[in-house]
């Protein structure tokens, strides 16, 4: 494991034993992590930086490493690197073998059978290596306002199959489908969707109270975020997000890490369209990516602050 890192489910029992959560933040180059790890220092609280198979791809997996041995250099808190939505086993290999301290096996679309075999091939390598494992469970499709409850009962995530599917994997932490969706288009416009709160309160007691549950598809979606990337030439239409008390009344039934990267995106790009509309004459890209980093910098500080707050759950 990288110097300096911490298995991530130690810094899940450190969230369940808080009745908190923690954010899990993604970034795919050098700004964007320095971004989210100078505000999970800043804040000094337990943080989760993670990466997906496309931003190993674009970085390269060398550099992935390499800048995280940096990032954590000096840390007060404890901080993980994790694999977000690995596909399969020799991807999560990959990131295993190369330090990271986390890794998520995404099987969900595979039949319950498939996904249980999948994952547990992840878990006995991962152990063998100290490192912690996520998988998942259901469909994050977001919830029209009507949804049927067929439908909605064959895309989220089902409580008892919850309990067989942790028990025979043997996983760290379980990603829960309970209406959320990734990206910026969570729900109909002007319509938030309507988290199953219900379930995921029958997912915790069924896996015993304390077992950590993941939230995937949490962000907020801002509208002062997305107004200013289309004020400065961005077009995202039909934006619509998690609203903060949802993810706070999520943490409060048993969510343990929240996952986020649509609205840091989005701070990036608000801050760097900003800056290439206001000094177009400017060719220095230190200027624009330095002003990209700081907007996200500071959401992320915002979202540090929402999530992590001791004493929820
Ligand atoms: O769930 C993960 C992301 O929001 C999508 O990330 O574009 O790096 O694959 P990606
Ligand atoms: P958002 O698209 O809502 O930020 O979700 C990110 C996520 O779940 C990454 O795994
Ligand atoms: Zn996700």
Redesign the pocket.
């Known amino acids: 494991m990288i110097k300096g890192l911490v298995p991530g489910a130690e810094i899940l029992r450190w969230a369940g034993d808080n009745h908190t959560a923690v954010g899990a933040f993604?970034f795919?180059n050098l700004e964007t992590l320095q971004a989210v790890v100078e505000a999970s220092k800043e804040t000094n609280c337990p943080t989760i930086l993670q990466?997906?198979?496309?931003?190993i791809n674009y970085l390269g997996l060398e550099y992935v490493v390499a800048m995280i041995s940096v990032a954590v250099q000096g840390a007060q808190n404890r901080l993980a690197l994790h694999l977000?939505?690995g596909s399969n086993f020799d991807v999560c290999k990959r990131c295993i073998d190369a330090g990271f301290s986390s890794v998520m096996i995404d099987n969900s679309l595979l039949e319950f059978k498939q996904n249980v075999a999948n994952t547990t091939e992840v878990v006995e390598y991962a152990k063998k290596n100290g490192v912690s494992v996520e998988a998942e469970l259901g469909a994050l499709a977001g919830i029209e306002d009507n949804i049927s409850v067929d439908l909605q009962e064959s895309i989220y995530t089902n409580p008892d199959q919850a309990q067989k599917f942790v028990e025979d994997t043997k996983i760290d932490s379980l990603a829960v489908a309970i209406g959320t969706k990734?990206?910026p288009n969570k729900g109909a416009p002007n319509a938030p969707p309507k988290l199953d709160f219900e379930r995921l309160t029958r997912i915790k007691m069924a896996l015993g109270g304390r077992f950590p549950l993941v939230l995937?598809?949490a962000s907020a979606v801002d509208s002062k975020l997305t107004e200013l990337c289309n004020e400065h030439g961005g077009n995202i239409q039909n934006a619509i997000g998690i609203k903060d008390e949802d993810v706070l009344e999520a943490i409060r039934r048993g969510i343990n890490k929240v996952?986020i990267?649509?609205d840091l995106r989005l701070a990036f790009l608000a801050g760097l369209r900003q800056s290439l509309a206001k000094f177009p004459d400017k060719l220095d890209i230190r200027k624009h990516m330095g002003a990209a980093r700081e907007e996200m910098n500071v959401y992320a500080v915002r979202k540090i602050k929402l999530i992590t707050t001791p004493g929820l759950g």
């Open positions: 993604n795919s990466v997906t198979e496309s931003a977000d939505h990734h990206g995937h598809g996952n990267d649509t």
